[in-house]
């Protein structure tokens, strides 16, 4: 099994940063890509970027250009650099696993992101 622990989530200002990790634990040599999503009240749950072992990313249009993916396979670890963020970024962010069959292997708890106008 695999176990994923977000963390970086806060309060911050339009136009600030925050950085998100998502760090596994278990299992994690069944991980393949990992990725990012994000929930808002009232909303389903979407993508906003994921990252393949190899390091092949994929953005969500709102997200392209305002916010980086990254891993250090080393650690076991994925990361959400978000710039200039807007009060409509407000959610809950997770990290997801994923198996090289293609199947998510884990979610994690979330990690909420607030952006104040």
């Known amino acids: 099994q695999v176990q994923l622990v977000e963390s970086g989530g806060g309060l911050v200002q339009a136009g600030g940063s925050l950085r998100l990790s998502c760090a596994a634990s278990g299992s994690t040599f069944s991980i393949n890509a990992m990725g990012w999503y994000r929930q808002a009240p009232g909303k389903e749950r979407e993508l906003v970027a994921t990252i393949a072992s190899i390091g092949n990313t994929r953005y969500s249009d709102s997200a392209k250009g305002r916010f980086t993916i990254s891993r250090d396979n080393a650690k076991a670890t994925v990361y959400l650099q978000m710039n200039s963020l807007k009060p409509e970024d407000t959610a809950v962010y997770y990290c997801?696993?994923?198996?090289?069959?293609?199947?998510?292997?884990?979610w994690g708890q979330g990690t909420q992101v607030t952006v104040s106008s």
């Open positions: 997801n696993a994923v198996s090289g069959l293609g199947s998510i292997v884990s």
